[in-house]
């Protein structure tokens, strides 16, 4: 008796064997366990850019001298790009859901580690594994959707929205980082737990279970050994050669032990290639039409490290991934296009990309891999450098070479000048032949045989259209760039303060304030300090002003003022040692307690503010120190030795600041200024008034200074057009001492 046929199956008909799983056969994973490998590939990228803002607020917390503190990025970077080939030979053999949440789990628990770090010792060994963890991540991620996703518009979309993360972290962390260091920079550091622990647990529940093991293949331990040791000693040496010098001994040295490492690394692998490379499968240099996971894992990751010098062209950056990826999908297309639209078209009509249209030889030909939608450079990108290796660099470039309309010159008519099709698509007509006998000029057309110079009866001779696009002329400087100093201080050229911070001291009033207004108009980010209480004012007259209160005199305050400028603009290059105090009384009446109150603001206040801000100019490769000075200390003034005796000893501080700030690109310089028509006199003489119009008649000018005037030299010795002017004492008095 014939048994029933079990449902679903035809009577006489054998089962049909059970299919390996695979990523043809596994069912794809849903758009939550997408959102899983962006949000990791988007807690990697964020990492990266973030810890960049808050590099000073760590160095003054954690006392890093400069050398120390690159090692904060640096290290990062060492473990990246040393454990990312072994990182993606580690996730085909042991499991990428494995690897992956391992990675995460890493990831995440070092953030918390470096976030509570109490040295720099121990916060750069945590940026190092970080980056050993990243560099596990990152291949298995990209590897789980490149197996996991079909083939096809899934695939496409799921790689373009990976991208996507990568850009959108990338820049959302230079904006959080100054956000978040405006509070700490131990949150910057901590911001990836909180992203980990969702990726891990969501990654846990929604991303398909590893295939079960079959025949695993080993790791080839001398291979792994060779391949990582040597991009780790590469990675090394590289980033130490800026420091000591491409030529140095100790640059060679690492180098050639990277190099040689990676040879023995081959030699070993040619030996043991049955047993397969330690990082790099056979399947990587078969040429086969399915590209593997390290050709993705390489080509995407490995040239993201260099390509974040790109920055300017990251609008390319974000309309491309979620277009490629879905052109890629398309039937029977074997390349992707990048996405075209408004955002392309203006950029590729930017006049910045006029010369480089006409530069072809220049251009990376970025190509896509295989159905997916990230931008790459082609096969060699060594050809072509690091700066146009980036994320699309070169999209619009790249898509008019793929669609036949790419600027290559092309000759003219008759050998004539190479014509650009940018600059006229028609094809130029032949200039016509002369016909007859070119005469002199007379009045009439054609010469005196009365013909045109063209031979065409007078018609006007068909000029070839000009081109559209012409490179602009070069600047000329201008007549104000060019005008040399003369003798009033209104014909100062405006130097240029954009990007630099200055700390002004004595800012509530007079020259201070004139300064603050100066250094604020001419780009400089200001901090003005003063122990009145109208300085608070300067925050409303000049927005964007920080301001702060405090004696002078007090140590706290130098420490607290150059504190603020580091916190508030994140350095310090100009300082403006403008607060003073004066008195008006005869030795003989002169007490001690009046001594030590006039030479506690002019020489101890200015000699505190100097120590401070000497001290992160030294670390940050240079400034400028200016000092409002006196006439007295040259000439001496009846009735003031306290501030004689104070502005001489201003003078002479100025001098060894400049003398020991130089090696150290730090300059000094004081304004040796005479009688300014301030309030200042108001604190000593009744008769101010009366004393500023019998005093003018002393000056060859016939007249005392203007706090403007006073603050333009202040300015003029502070910007860089000054660069070569330090130890200087720059009478701004009239000519009074002159006489």
């Not at 607020?57 to 890093?64: F, T």
């Not at 909180?194 to 929604?206: D, E, M, S, T």
């Amino acid at each position: 008796m014939r048994r029933a046929a079990a449902p679903g199956r035809r009577a006489g008909r054998p089962a049909p064997a059970k299919s390996a799983a695979g990523p043809g056969a596994a069912p794809a994973p849903g758009t939550a366990a997408l959102l899983v490998l962006c949000a990791a590939h988007f807690m990697d990228a964020i990492d990266l850019s973030d810890v960049g803002v808050a590099l000073p607020a760590v160095q003054r917390d954690l006392g890093m001298a400069p050398g120390s503190l690159q090692w904060v990025v640096s290290a990062y970077a060492l473990g990246y790009g040393g454990f990312l080939l072994l990182g993606g030979r580690v996730a085909d053999l042991y499991g990428r859901r494995r690897a992956f949440l391992t990675a995460v789990a890493v990831f995440g628990a070092v953030s918390a580690l470096g976030a509570l770090a109490p040295s720099g010792g121990l916060l750069v060994a945590a940026r190092a594994v970080k980056g050993i963890a990243a560099g596990f991540l990152a291949p298995a991620a990209l590897s789980l959707i490149t197996t996991r996703w079909p083939e096809g518009p899934r695939r496409g979309r799921a790689l373009g929205w990976y991208t996507t993360a990568g850009a959108c972290g990338f820049v959302g962390g230079l904006v959080l980082g100054g956000v978040l260091t405006e509070w700490s920079w131990r949150l910057v550091l901590a911001l990836p737990v909180p992203l980990a622990a969702v990726a891990l647990i969501a990654g846990r529940r929604l991303l398909p279970a590893d295939p079960a093991p079959g025949t695993r293949a080993r790791i080839d331990v001398p291979g792994a050994l060779t391949a990582t040791g040597g991009l780790v000693v590469l990675v090394y040496g590289l980033t130490q050669a800026p420091a000591h010098g491409w030529l140095s001994a100790r640059t060679v040295v690492l180098l050639a032990v990277a190099v040689g490492l990676l040879a023995l690394f081959v030699r070993v692998e040619s030996r043991a290639r049955a047993a397969g490379p330690a990082a790099i499968p056979q399947a990587a240099h078969d040429g086969g039409r399915e590209p593997d996971d390290l050709r993705h894992v390489g080509r995407v990751h490995g040239v993201r490290l260099s390509g974040h010098t790109a920055l300017p062209e990251r609008p390319r950056l974000d309309t491309a991934p979620n277009g490629g990826g879905l052109r890629a999908a398309r039937p029977r297309q074997r390349r992707a296009r990048p996405l075209r639209g408004p955002v392309h078209g203006a950029l590729r009509r930017a006049p910045d990309d006029r010369h480089r249209d006409a530069a072809p030889r220049r251009l990376v030909r970025a190509v896509l891999p295989r159905r997916s939608g990230q931008l790459v450079p082609d096969r060699d990108p060594s050809r072509h450098g690091p700066q146009r290796s980036g994320y699309g660099g070169d999209v619009p470039r790249a898509e008019h070479e793929r669609r036949g309309r790419n600027p290559r010159p092309r000759a003219g008519p008759r050998g004539g000048p190479a014509q650009h099709l940018h600059a006229d698509r028609r094809r130029r007509r032949p200039r016509p032949r002369h016909r007859g006998v070119r005469g002199r000029a007379t009045g009439q057309p054609g010469g005196p045989h009365g013909r045109s110079r063209s031979g065409h009866g007078g018609r006007r001779r068909h000029r070839p259209r000009r081109a559209a696009l012409r490179p602009p002329p070069p600047e000329r400087p201008s007549h104000h760039a060019r005008r040399s100093l003369v003798t009033t201080a209104s014909s100062l050229p405006a130097p240029e303060f954009g990007g630099l911070t200055a700390l002004v001291t004595g800012a509530a009033r007079g020259i201070g304030k004139e300064t603050v207004a100066l250094l604020h108009a001419r780009g400089a980010r200001v901090v003005a300090l003063d122990r009145r209480a109208d300085v608070d004012a300067l925050r409303e007259e000049f927005p964007g002003v920080v301001t702060v209160r405090g004696d002078v005199a007090a140590e706290e305050t130098a420490v607290r003022g150059v504190r603020t400028a580091l916190d508030a603009f994140g350095g310090l290059d100009i300082l403006v040692n403008n607060a003073g105090r004066t008195l008006n009384k005869p030795v003989t009446r002169t007490t001690v307690e009046d001594w030590d109150a006039v030479l506690s603001v002019n020489a101890r206040g200015a000699f505190l503010f100097a120590r401070e801000a000497f001290r992160v100019m030294a670390e940050r490769g240079g400034g400028s120190i200016v000092a409002t000075g006196s006439y007295a200390a040259t000439v001496g003034l009846p009735e003031g030795a306290a501030y004689s005796a104070s502005k001489g000893a201003l003078a002479q501080l100025t001098k060894v600041l400049a003398l020991e700030g130089g090696p150290l690109s730090i300059r000094a310089n004081l304004v040796a200024a005479g009688v300014v028509e301030t309030d200042f006199l108001d604190t000593f003489r009744p008769d101010s008034r009366a004393y500023l119009a019998s005093f003018g008649g002393a000056h060859p000018l016939g007249r005392v200074a203007r706090p403007g005037e006073i603050a333009e030299v202040l300015c003029f010795l502070a910007s860089p057009r000054s660069a070569f002017v330090t130890g200087a004492v720059v009478a701004a008095d009239g000519g009074f001492t002159a006489a």
